[in-house]
């Protein structure tokens, strides 16, 4: 009798790997920094990401894209400061520029020594990001409470309380706002604060 046990075994593997992504995320997003001084000394810091608006992301695009005219394009751009509204300010996506101190439940602060709201005074873009070398400055001309920031652009856009909408394609335009973390900053006469605001994708 011939009895024979054949035992065999197999392994097998194979590697898939994910297929590489080819596009690319285009995320338009900034954020401001701002330093609040008082007496010569620096009483608080604040880093706060902002909302872009859709009025500020279809003005991107129709620059970039459609209004191919000069007059489309800024060179200057704008910062101003938030107050208190409704009674909280609640930044939202679809607040626009002929809706400041109107329907998009915050006001601006207008109680600073500077005659006019501050330039940006952005540089050049680079890698995917664009800033302001030298921090804008205000003055501030009366105590209460600062909610946040934002920025603009347009033909009315360096007169403080200015809420002019204009038309296509030299309309005024909200790029962006922002509230504090903190709800509020108390400030006083003759703090400053001062801001760099940097956007990227």
């Not at 401001?32 to 991107?60: C, M, S």
């Not at 006019?116 to 921090?135: C, K, L, M, Y």
């Amino acid at each position: 009798m011939n009895d024979r046990l054949r035992v065999r075994e197999g392994a097998a593997c194979e590697v898939v790997r994910a297929a590489k992504k080819v596009w690319d995320d285009f995320d338009p997003r900034g954020h401001f920094h701002v330093e609040h001084w008082r007496a010569g000394a620096l009483i608080g810091v604040y880093d706060v990401p902002n909302l872009i608006t859709n009025e500020g992301k279809n003005r991107l695009l129709n620059t970039m894209f459609y209004l191919a005219t000069t007059a489309a394009r800024y060179e200057t751009w704008y910062l101003g400061l938030v107050d208190n509204a409704d009674p909280t300010p609640s930044p939202a996506a679809g607040d626009t520029y002929a809706q400041i101190n109107g329907s998009n439940v915050w006001d601006e602060w207008e109680s600073y020594d500077e005659a006019t709201r501050p330039a940006w005074g952005n540089g050049a873009a680079a890698s995917q990001s664009i800033t302001n070398a030298s921090p804008v400055v205000f003055t501030i001309s009366a105590s209460g409470a600062v909610y946040g920031l934002f920025a603009c652009a347009g033909p009315n856009a360096a007169s403080k309380g200015d809420n002019t909408a204009g038309s296509s394609p030299n309309q005024n335009i909200l790029w962006c706002v922002t509230g504090f973390a903190s709800g509020a900053v108390t400030v006083a006469d003759d703090d400053q604060l001062k801001v760099t605001y940097t956007t990227s994708t």
